[in-house]
């Protein structure tokens, strides 16, 4: 905890054995709140010391961590952590060969959607989606329900609502205008809330 209060400029002793406690803690913890302190700790270590600590051996693990992440908190430190992680050039061909650079790019296509972070001043120039756009958005998402009958179109915010109110589901198949086929939620980039 100090180490994050104080900003992470920190002389450390024992790194390895530091950083595999807190990888270890990672592991272990149930709680999305622990986790991300314990990765964003690990990303302060490991950003300071890695050359001593050396390559990542679990780094395709923490790549599919990320694919299947759902909490905003816990993936936002999943990519600090890829960051810091990406330093050392082993690391760097373990997530490549995990299809890292797949998961950034879709994660990178939904950056819009992130809403609940700071707001950040932009160009006059730049168009931007304000919050209350994405409730009104374009009707264009569909989805199969129990009987495969086709229900929609819907826009990305009525299909949260469904998403809250259990009408859909990880495994429900859907579809929008450009996708090549219908695909259970779970494998659709868009639809990870």
Request: a negative charge; hydrophobic letters at 35%.
């Amino acid at each position: 905890r100090l180490l994050l209060d104080e900003g992470g400029s920190t002389n450390f002793v024992k790194p390895m054995e530091f950083f595999n406690d807190l990888y270890h803690r990672f592991l272990l913890s149930p709680k999305p709140a622990m986790k991300a302190m314990c990765l964003q700790a690990m990303a302060i270590v490991y950003g300071q010391c890695y050359e001593e600590i050396g390559p990542f051996n679990d780094t395709t693990f923490i790549v599919h961590k990320l694919q299947k992440c759902e909490d905003k908190e816990e993936r936002d430190r999943l990519l600090m952590f890829i960051d810091k992680l990406l330093f050392h050039k082993k690391n760097i061909k373990l997530f490549l060969d995990a299809n890292g650079m797949k998961i950034l790019i879709d994660l990178l296509t939904l950056a819009h959607l992130h809403t609940t972070r700071a707001y950040v001043p932009t160009q006059t120039n730049v168009i931007e989606a304000a919050p209350d756009n994405e409730e009104g958005g374009e009707k264009e998402w569909y989805f199969g329900n129990r009987d495969k009958e086709r229900e929609g179109p819907y826009s990305f915010g009525e299909m949260k609502e469904l998403w809250k109110e259990n009408t859909i589901h990880q495994k429900t198949r859907c579809w929008a205008q450009g996708m090549d086929g219908w695909r259970p939620l779970e494998q659709i980039s868009q639809m990870k809330w």
